[in-house]
């Protein structure tokens, strides 16, 4: 059965069509999932610069992981139960000769093949921060200040198909992770957040933080998501980019002792830990900048040419 399309509004599909015919993005056939000129690339590579000398600065631990996480990490965390509708799970076949020739005579006919596959131990990663948490706790205690974890550019993948080139099912998220005292953690993701949305605004970009909250599933998830809301846990960077309504770039999560109490996460004399994590949607962002200053990288203000490529002489 094909997936349910979300809708995208005129003006979001337009910009869709208008990225194609200028070859920033790469058609696959299937919505959501594209590919990148060298123009885009540029872009994602100097925001990539940014952080990880950002991350560098506030002196974050380099981290890299790939875009599969053991099932049994998601199962962990409660993602099922919280975002069902958005996971990714790799099946794959096991089966004998026979089996494997029905396989392949469904695929043959493009039919559903998916009676002969078995679930994995793997699922794709929806958020980069996830693989940290566990990796972290692994090592024993926490030292009481803290640890910053730059988790850089993960390909994460979340599945909410659409037509609006702002919402992708695989994309590049770049996550900074700070595991540490309770005192520090929601201070440090506020100052994350306003030095992100200055960041925003010296690239010419009209954007402004807000509350929000995650897309939890059911009517369960609704009253999550307005507890969320409530107590302020994510704050969300957002530009309007296409459409009604504006589009979040970057987000700034506090989790309180969600992930800690998960995976037994503690500082040195056997505090609980709290954690906070920041991400940003390279994509997005490269969505907001040539909806600002146009297809033409080469004609973007100087003050924002110098930020992205300081070492380009004008
Ligand atoms: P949204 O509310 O738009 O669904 P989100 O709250 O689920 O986004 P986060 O989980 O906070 O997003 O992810 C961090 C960042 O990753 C977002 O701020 C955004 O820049 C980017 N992002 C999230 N979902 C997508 C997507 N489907 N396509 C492209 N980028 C995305
Ligand atoms: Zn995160």
């Not at 058609?27 to 594209?34: K, L, N, R």
């Not at 069902?84 to 006919?109: I, K, M, N, R, T």
């Not at 897309?215 to 302020?232: L, T, V």
């Amino acid at each position: 059965m094909a997936a349910e399309i979300r809708e995208a509004d005129a003006e979001q599909q337009q910009l869709l069509s208008e990225l194609i015919e200028r070859g920033m993005l790469v058609e696959s056939g299937v919505p959501g999932v594209y590919g990148h000129s060298e123009a885009f690339g540029r872009v994602c590579d100097a925001l990539e610069r940014w952080l990880t000398a950002a991350g560098r600065e506030a002196g974050a631990e380099v981290l890299r992981f790939p875009p599969l996480l053991p099932k049994v990490q998601l199962e962990k965390v409660g993602y099922l139960g919280n975002f069902p509708h958005l996971a990714g799970s790799v099946f794959s076949f096991e089966g004998d000769e026979s089996q494997a020739a029905e396989l392949a005579a469904h695929a043959a006919a493009h039919e559903d093949w998916s009676a002969a596959l078995r679930q994995t131990d793997l699922t794709l990663v929806p958020a980069a921060c996830y693989p940290v948490y566990p990796a972290i706790a692994a090592r024993g205690p926490v030292p009481d200040e803290g640890v910053i974890i730059d988790v850089g550019p993960s390909w994460v993948f979340r599945h909410e198909p659409s037509f609006d080139p702002g919402r992708r099912q695989v994309f590049h998220m770049h996550e900074l992770v700070h595991i540490g005292p309770s005192t520090t953690v929601l201070s440090w993701r506020n100052a994350w957040a306003e030095r992100a949305l200055a960041l925003f605004i010296e690239l010419g970009l009209n954007a402004w933080l807000a509350p929000a909250s995650d897309p939890f599933f059911g009517r369960r998830g609704r009253m999550m998501a307005a507890s969320q809301r409530a107590q302020e846990l994510k704050l969300e960077l957002l530009v309007s980019i296409a459409g009604p309504e504006p589009t979040a770039c970057a987000s700034f999560n506090h989790h309180l002792d969600h992930f800690s109490a998960t995976f037994g996460l503690t500082l040195g004399a056997d505090q609980p830990a709290h954690t906070a994590c920041l991400g940003f949607g390279h994509e997005r962002i490269v969505l907001a900048l040539v909806r600002q200053h146009g297809y033409d990288l080469d004609a973007w203000p100087d003050q924002v040419r110098a930020i992205l490529w300081p070492d380009e002489a004008r």
